[in-house]
């Protein structure tokens, strides 16, 4: 059973920064993809960031420059850096796993506000 375990979510101010982590364990063999998704209130989950098992990246057009996705296949994780964030950037922050099945963590909340 693969279980996604995210952290990094919180509070800052416009400009400022904060880092996501995401932590898979299990079925990380058959692992295609990891990323990170969010879902502002009234919206639709949409696409941040996502890079494949074989190092392809793609941004979301309204964070490219300011999130960068890394992941580190050892130890199974992925991380989204983001910088210069701005208010609309508010969101739950989902990660996300696709094998054969997609999967995703419990969301950690990003609030963006002065």
């Known amino acids: 059973q693969v279980h996604l375990a995210e952290s990094g979510g919180g509070l800052v101010q416009p400009g400022g920064f904060l880092r996501l982590s995401c932590e898979a364990s299990?079925?990380?063999?058959?692992?295609?993809?990891m990323g990170w998704y969010r879902q502002a209130p009234g919206k639709e989950r949409e696409l941040v960031a996502n890079?494949?098992?074989?190092?392809?990246?793609v941004y979301a057009d309204s964070v490219k420059g300011r999130f960068t996705i890394s992941r580190d296949n050892y130890r199974h994780t992925v991380t989204l850096q983001m910088d210069s964030l701005i208010p609309e950037n508010t969101a739950v922050y989902y990660c996300?796993?696709?094998?054969?099945?997609?999967?995703w963590g419990q969301g950690t909340q990003v609030t963006v506000s002065s």
């Open positions: 996300n796993e696709v094998t054969s099945q997609w999967f």
């Open positions: 299990g079925g990380w063999f058959s692992i295609y993809s």
């Open positions: 890079i494949t098992i074989h190092g392809h990246i």
